[in-house]
């Protein structure tokens, strides 16, 4: 069809950001408007001619306001064909207006659930007429140019300036593809609520819905496209951090920066975290986190060079200054003080982010993995072994030292791609054996590395002698822990529950190990 000027707009918004200069704009292209409750108020405060759509449709508000608009004038005006005779015989016989824009945005929902607000309120913030008039508009986009963003207000008026009071059809698929988007989003909300109030962890369809917050340059490797999407905001982290400096962020740094931080809030004490490819390859707690960052650092300072740093306290200028000696990719921190910030300055290329908190590593949430023709689901590793839960099985006892260096390697483990092994000693981490095929081999990756980093600190012992052992899942057989042994660990720490635990307590027992289960695995894929 021909692009037709807008005479009738419809307004009626939860969210007034823009209304009235958008009215304004409106009116004085000679535009009639038609609203209702308080953006009519909003807009008539303004000094500018509105008319409540009870007036329009001749029909009252009732119900309490739950039917206003759902109602033949307003719906017929936004789902008539213009240039279909059949059409425009009906709507000129019942006397309906054709309404050309449409600007709605619905009830918050979605933030009076965040508030925690009680269930027959949060039923009272489900809108019904605003997603049926949007629904009715975006469907009918041919003739009618429905915004659901205050945002789109610019496009939408530098159209009309330039097409005579017109919008284009381009613009209307568009706004109307953001239109469906926005009540799919709703509704996605609003099942989601239900399942969670039902008691529905895994309910019968899984309606996902995200927020678009970076086009990414490009995926995992340059062939592949990427984007980052956001869900919520409620869990500290890369999806509610700032970027306060460094060039844009890639699809290999959100996802390693999500894992450092994750891991990093694991612990009490100020830790740092250092991690290239989704695994850890130095992390420590420590006194400060500059004494947290030289011990995780010394675990492996090779592979550290352009990884990713994240600390559980605000930044101060005294680790940022250190961090600069080596290239790094990001560091990721609560807050960061001026003197950290000053630091990174000549630094162009490090991304600084502040994630405004640390994300709880014992909260209930899922994760999401997507599959060729599915997805897979399940809540979020918050596992979490205390001493008390600990599970002595050979004769000797683990020291205090031991015992606190033990629980400690066992919650970053549960950072490390399976097959996974950790040596720990004096809260840091000297080894680190991830993702093989065979768990002996993890360990005796973990101790070459820690030996290769005793030749980079200029020692003579591999860092592992003297330190205590975490594993993933249990040893299958004696050989994985008695290459732990043969790198100098003294202590142990694994799930258990191998139909060869026997045989592996008796090597234990034989080479002087203490060795403790946690009847916990932390299997990550």
């Known amino acids: 069809m021909t692009d037709r000027p807008i005479r009738l707009a419809l307004l009626s918004v939860s969210d007034k950001t823009g209304l009235v200069e958008f009215a304004r704009y409106l009116v004085g292209r000679g535009v009639t408007l038609l609203s209702t409750g308080g953006t009519a108020k909003a807009i008539r405060e303004a000094g500018l001619a509105v008319t409540e759509v009870s007036d329009?449709?001749?029909?009252?508000?009732?119900?309490?306001?739950?039917?206003?608009?759902?109602?033949?004038?307003?719906?017929?005006?936004?789902?008539?064909?213009?240039?279909?005779?059949?059409?425009?015989?009906?709507?000129?016989q019942h006397r309906i207006p054709p309404i050309d824009l449409l600007v709605v945005n619905l009830y918050p929902f979605e933030a009076t659930v965040a508030k925690g607000a009680d269930y027959d309120t949060s039923v009272e913030n489900i809108d019904i007429?605003?997603?049926?008039?949007i629904r009715s508009a975006a469907k009918n986009h041919d003739s009618v140019t429905v915004i659901v963003d205050p945002a789109d207000y610019p496009r939408v008026q530098a159209a009309m300036d330039a097409n005579q009071g017109a919008t284009?059809?381009?613009?209307?698929?568009?706004?109307?593809?953001?239109?469906?988007?926005?009540?799919?989003?709703?509704?996605?909300?609003?099942?989601?609520?239900?399942?969670?109030?039902?008691?529905?962890?895994?309910?019968?369809?899984?309606?996902?819905?995200?927020?678009?917050?970076?086009?990414?340059?490009?995926?995992?490797?340059?062939?592949?496209?990427?984007?980052?999407?956001?869900h919520s905001t409620k869990r500290p982290g890369v999806a509610t951090a700032r970027q306060l400096q460094g060039k844009e962020l890639s699809y290999n740094n959100l996802n390693d920066t999500d894992a450092a931080y994750e891991l990093v809030a694991e612990f009490e004490e100020p830790a740092v975290a250092i991690i290239k490819h989704a695994n850890p390859c130095g992390v420590a707690v420590g006194r400060t986190l500059l004494d947290a960052y030289a011990k995780a650092l010394a675990c492996d300072p090779v592979?550290?060079?352009?990884?990713?740093?994240?600390?559980?306290?605000?930044?101060?200028?005294?680790?940022?200054?250190?961090?600069?000696?080596?290239f790094t990719e990001v560091v990721i921190a609560p807050e960061a003080d001026d003197p950290a910030t000053a630091?990174?300055?000549?630094?162009?290329?490090?991304r600084l982010l502040v994630a405004g908190g640390l994300p709880d590593p014992a909260e209930a949430g899922m994760g999401l993995k997507a599959l060729a023709g599915g997805y897979l689901l399940q809540s979020r590793d918050g596992g979490r072994v205390t001493q008390d839960a600990l599970k002595l099985v050979t004769k000797r006892a683990p020291s205090a030292a031991e015992l606190a260096d033990l629980l400690f390697a066992f919650r970053v483990c549960k950072h490390v791609k399976s097959n996974?092994?950790?040596?720990?000693?004096?809260?840091?981490?000297?080894?680190?054996?991830?993702?093989?095929?065979?768990?002996?081999?993890?360990?005796?990756?973990?101790?070459?590395?820690?030996?290769?980093?005793?030749?980079?600190?200029?020692?003579?012992?591999?860092?592992?002698?003297?330190?205590?052992?975490?594993?993933?899942?249990?040893?299958?057989?004696?050989?994985?822990?008695?290459?732990?042994?043969?790198?100098?660990?003294?202590?142990?720490?694994?799930?258990?529950?191998?139909?060869?635990?026997?045989?592996?307590?008796?090597?234990?027992?034989?080479?002087?190990l203490a060795m403790v289960f946690t009847g916990l695995r932390h299997f990550r894929h």
């Open 168 to 230: 284009t059809r381009t613009l209307r698929q568009e706004l109307a593809a953001a239109a469906y988007a926005r009540t799919g989003a709703y509704d996605a909300a609003i099942a989601a609520w239900f399942a969670r109030e039902l008691g529905q962890t895994f309910p019968k369809r899984l309606v996902l819905a995200g927020e678009l917050k970076q086009t990414l340059r490009y995926g995992e490797n340059p062939h592949q496209a990427a984007a980052f999407y956001i």
């Open 56 to 92: 329009h449709t001749g029909f009252p508000e009732m119900l309490d306001g739950r039917v206003k608009t759902l109602h033949p004038t307003v719906h017929g005006g936004l789902l008539g064909v213009r240039g279909n005779a059949k059409h425009e015989q009906a709507m000129a």
């Open 343 to 350: 630091a990174f300055a000549a630094k162009k290329n490090l």
């Open 129 to 133: 007429g605003g997603p049926a008039m």
């Open 420 to 512: 996974a092994i950790v040596y720990a000693k004096d809260g840091a981490t000297v080894g680190v054996g991830a993702g093989q095929m065979s768990r002996v081999d993890s360990a005796r990756i973990a101790a070459w590395k820690s030996a290769e980093a005793a030749k980079e600190a200029g020692r003579a012992e591999p860092l592992a002698k003297g330190s205590v052992v975490a594993s993933d899942a249990f040893f299958p057989f004696a050989d994985g822990l008695l290459a732990a042994a043969e790198a100098g660990a003294t202590a142990v720490i694994q799930p258990g529950g191998s139909m060869r635990d026997e045989e592996v307590i008796k090597a234990a027992d034989e080479k002087g």
């Open 303 to 326: 592979s550290a060079f352009g990884g990713i740093v994240a600390v559980n306290r605000p930044l101060d200028g005294a680790t940022a200054q250190e961090i600069a000696k080596l």
